[in-house]
């Protein structure tokens, strides 16, 4: 082809450092302003350039050709020093492997047992919060969403240390990637403080996670753990299954994903309930009529239609991956705009689910608009919180009903009151989360607990 992309350039670069600083300073709100650009619009970091993807149409082309607009170039280079070739990270070429072997973990079958163990350590998180407790919130989901994630995993806990150390190393790393990838070369080498940060806790993880394979395969037993089915795996075109390294790869990806992003959901789906009275008093009363006095469980999903809508409407407002990219192995089209081999390209889910074509009063929190025969559905390539196609997260459901569950036990138990003057701000992270939420714990009179 060898046709130059006709992608506009955003305004604002500036020499050497580009768009760098734009990124920084508000990224969600710099983010949202290139549609008015262009369906493809061109952004610099540095030395380095990347076309932002703005259309769903256009997105939805790129996801779906997962062999042509692979998952490699900076961004993945510096998502792969901290977590290495798991299946959310690694490339094409090691994909389909590796989805083979780790799908049977995520069977229809398994969720039943899943949801006993989130059932469980939800109903010791929020029966260990007092009447009146102030609560820094994202430490209490991302408490809560670990434990699901290790016992999901290992079938055992970690020792309370180390697993508050796990916490503290994956925001390290998130902020890190984040960091990293923003920061061109060579000024990536200044970050000394952050780089130190992020070194130590990607060694510390992986330290952790290796020693728990070597004594799970030094015992030999087979605990119906996620972990037991990475060890057992094989592939039925060969008899390899995978290898410690790879598996190290796999937990480390999954605890992340099964931890990180799911508290953040909860995290801002609390908030947003306490912004909106009205949609936390009609939760209260979906709870109360399902639950009674009972913690939610995996059969009582069918009848919590409003919690479900509250998470996929949270999924929509804050996407924990907030943006991503792949980059192009060949020279190819995306609609009618030439894309040359090697180009980077970006996608952002929280620019797609705030479009106002798509979603009318993108910014009002609104659950109902994902009511079944809303008279202006949400068009479906437009909501990717777990992207799409071969490559859409092996997780979502897994996170979905652990969400679900979760926001229906804690509604049941408990509300959750913003402080006064309390300003929240979405983080600067390589994933979404509310900075400084802190609330007030009160006790529902008729609910469980």
Known sequence: MGAKSTAVTAPGALPLLGHTLSVLRDPLSFLTSLPAHGDLVRVRFGPFEAIVVCTPELVRQVLLNDRVFDKTGPFFDRV?????????????????????????TFHPARFPGYAQIMAKHIAEVTASWQHGQILDILPEMTTLSARIAIDTMFS??????????????????????????????????FLLGSNRRFDQARTHLQDIVRGVIADRRAGGADCGDLLSALLAARDPTESQG???????????????????????????AVYLLACHPDVEQQLHAEVDEVLGRAAARFEDLTKLGLASRVVTET?????????????????????????????????????????????????????????????????????????AGAR???????????ATLALSTLAARWRLQLLPGQHVRPSRSAVLYPRGLRMRATRRANGAG
Not at 80 to 104: K, M, N, V, W, Y
């Open 80 to 104: 792969r020093e901290a977590f290495g070739d798991g299946l959310a990270t690694c490339p094409h070429s090691l994909h389909r492997r590796q989805r083979r072997l780790i799908q049977p």
């Open 156 to 189: 055992d806990a970690l020792p309370p240390a180390t697993l508050h150390a796990v916490i503290n190393d994956l925001h390290a790393l998130l902020a890190g990637i984040y960091t990293r990838s923003i920061v061109p070369p060579p000024l990536d080498r």
């Open 242 to 268: 995978l290898s410690d390294s790879e598996i190290v790869d796999q937990v480390s990806t999954f605890f992340l994903a099964g931890s990180e992003t799911t508290a953040n959901a909860l995290a801002w």
């Open 315 to 387: 999924l929509r407002m804050y996407p924990p991956a907030w943006s991503l990219a792949r980059t192009a192995t060949t020279d190819t089209y995306l609609g009618e705009h030439p894309i040359p081999a090697g180009t980077i390209l970006i996608y952002s889910p929280y620019l797609l689910h705030h479009l106002p074509d798509c979603y009318p009063d993108h910014d009002r929190f609104d659950p109902d608009r994902w009511v079944e025969g809303h008279h202006a559905p949400p068009p479906r390539e437009a909501f990717i919180p777990f992207a």
């Open 392 to 402: 859409k997260c092996i997780g979502d459901t897994f996170a979905v009903t652990e």
